[in-house]
């Protein structure tokens, strides 16, 4: 979603945002990993932008931009089942019982970025 405001003809808004789940199921399927024993993993990313710019009859233009980036990656068994270990057989290399793993991560980011520019 983006809006834009034209405030005056030398200056001008912009604002941003962007929220778009996404959940990838099966992810590490194969002939060696048995049904239980699959993941999900789920990226919900969240990004919001601010921008303002200006171009006056003066000799400089200026773009202050202001944005917050947010990732939460979640890889979990899909079964759901938490408890339970999964395993590895070193003998057939087949994964069973349950997604050996569980990751929760969130990682943030802000930004405060600006350009001036001067005319001669």
Known sequence: MKFTWQAH???RAVASYSDNDREDRNINA?????P??????????TVIA?????CCPSPCCGTPTL???ELNDNLYPLSGDLQTIGHYNYVTGWYTHNFNNQQYLTSRRSDL???LTWFR
Do not use: H, I, K, Q
């Open 9 to 11: 003809p030398s200056w």
């Open 30 to 34: 194969s002939r060696w990993v048995m």
């Open 36 to 45: 239980e024993a699959r993941a999900v993993n789920e990226v919900p990313p």
């Open 50 to 54: 601010a921008e303002l710019s200006s």
């Open 67 to 69: 944005g917050v980036y």
């Open 113 to 115: 970025a600006t350009d």
